[in-house]
């Protein structure tokens, strides 16, 4: 099995950065991509940022240019750089991966962490 483990969340003031970690542990042979969802209240769950195995990364047009995704193998951890929050990133972040557990690939969720915006 694998586990998910994210840290990182809080209250923050508009304007201002948080940083998201997300790492994974157990059986683990291989991570291929990994990624933070966000959910608001009363909202679909919505995908923030992904990133590959190979470092490509894609954004939700909401975050470009103020979020950063970035991952550590050697750590199994992704993290998410959130900068000049807005209220309107008030949610629950979720981090999920594709890992590979013996030879089949598994999707896994962590537990979320909440971020608030807000002054």
């Known amino acids: 099995q694998v586990q998910l483990v994210e840290s990182g969340g809080g209250l923050v003031q508009p304007g201002g950065s948080l940083r998201l970690s997300c790492a994974a542990s157990g059986s683990i042979f291989r991570i291929d991509a990994m990624a933070w969802y966000r959910q608001a209240p009363e909202k679909e769950r919505e995908l923030v940022a992904r990133?590959?195995?190979?470092?490509?990364?894609n954004y939700a047009d909401s975050v470009k240019d103020r979020f950063t995704i970035s991952r550590d193998d050697a750590k199994n951890t992704v993290y998410l750089q959130m900068n000049s929050v807005k209220p309107e990133d008030t949610a629950v972040y979720y981090c999920h991966a594709e890992a590979w557990v013996r030879y089949k690939q598994y999707d896994y969720w962590g537990q979320g962490t909440q971020v608030t915006v807000s002054s």
């Open positions: 990133i590959t195995s190979g470092g490509s990364t």
